[in-house]
């Protein structure tokens, strides 16, 4: 797929139906020009993280999950490395579903961003 996913080598890593871990390289695709995990990337990863529990908690052939809101408290910078998100489902509704996701350095397991991420349940 041609995607950012891809672009910035966002990997699932587990999706069930309580939690969805993926990992994301800090390097030149998702720093800042200061050198730093820039936020945004930060926020890719979380929303990528949302939607796909929510696609795997719908009905794919008829209902699509896509974002509706997201907000993200950087807590830490980076530089290099890679990061590790797991997001949690705190609210499974018919029609939106809310997510946590916690982003941490991978090498030293300290919080890096911390995101709640509303996902939208459309029909297709």
């Known amino acids: 797929m041609n995607t950012i996913i891809d672009a910035i080598g966002i990997e699932i890593v587990e999706v069930k139906k309580e939690k969805v871990t993926a990992t994301m390289?800090?390097?030149?695709?998702?720093?800042?020009?200061?050198?730093?995990?820039?936020?945004?990337?930060?926020?890719?990863?979380?929303?990528?993280?949302a939607s796909v529990g929510?696609?795997?908690?719908?009905?794919?052939?008829?209902?699509?999950?896509?974002?509706?809101?997201?907000?993200?408290?950087?807590?830490?910078?980076?530089?290099?490395?890679?990061?590790?998100?797991?997001?949690?489902?705190?609210?499974?509704?018919?029609?939106?579903?809310?997510w946590e996701i916690n982003i941490t350095d991978e090498a030293t397991g300290k919080l890096v961003c911390v995101s709640r991420c509303t996902v939208a349940v459309i029909k297709k």
């Open 25 to 49: 390289p800090v390097h030149g695709p998702t720093r800042q020009p200061y050198g730093l995990l820039h936020g945004g990337a930060s926020v890719v990863l979380a929303e990528t993280v």
């Open 54 to 98: 929510s696609m795997n908690l719908v009905d794919a052939k008829t209902e699509a999950a896509v974002g509706l809101e997201i907000n993200a408290n950087h807590i830490r910078s980076m530089r290099d490395g890679k990061v590790v998100a797991v997001g949690k489902p705190l609210h499974i509704g018919r029609t939106t579903h809310i």
